[in-house]
Nanobody, 125 residues
Framework: QVQLVESGGGLVQAGGSLRLSCVAS????????MGWFRQAPGKEREFVAA????????DYIDSVSGRFTASRDNAKNTVSLQMNSLKREDTAVYYC??????????????????WGQGTQVTVSS
């Protein structure tokens, strides 16, 4: 299984932007849909976005659609999440995850087999 490390979180004012990155090691991400999840205090971990393994197709939850953009670079074994027009409700720990090989854009946490340690995103008003 690949190991994942996120970076790029931080404190930003509402309306601002952040770019999260996730670097994989120990294997290739080229056969994995890569997902982004988040978990706010007292809440369950939720799916945010995913980018497919074979055609870079994407899926987003409604609340971030049009504001967040997932991308991947298989040659560099990295994925990114560009977050624009951030809102206070986007505050959470964000996790990068790799799905079981060849699954296409799953949203369930149980479909993901590798997880990063998470990076904190805090949006202030």
């Amino acid at each position: 299984q690949v190991q994942l490390v996120e970076s790029g979180g931080g404190l930003v004012q509402a309306g601002g932007s952040l770019r999260l990155s996730c670097v994989a090691s120990g294997g290739t991400i080229s056969t994995h849909t890569m997902g982004w999840f988040r978990q706010a205090p007292g809440k369950e971990r939720e799916f945010v976005a995913a980018i497919g393994w074979h055609d870079d197709s994407t899926d987003y939850i409604d609340s971030v659609s049009g504001r967040f953009t997932a991308s991947r670079d298989n040659a560099k074994n990295t994925v990114s999440l560009q977050m624009n027009s951030l809102k206070r409700e986007d505050t959470a720990v964000y996790y990068c995850a790799a799905a079981h090989p060849y699954l296409l854009l799953p949203r369930r946490t149980l479909d993901y087999i590798s997880w990063g340690q998470g990076t904190q995103v805090t949006v202030s008003s």
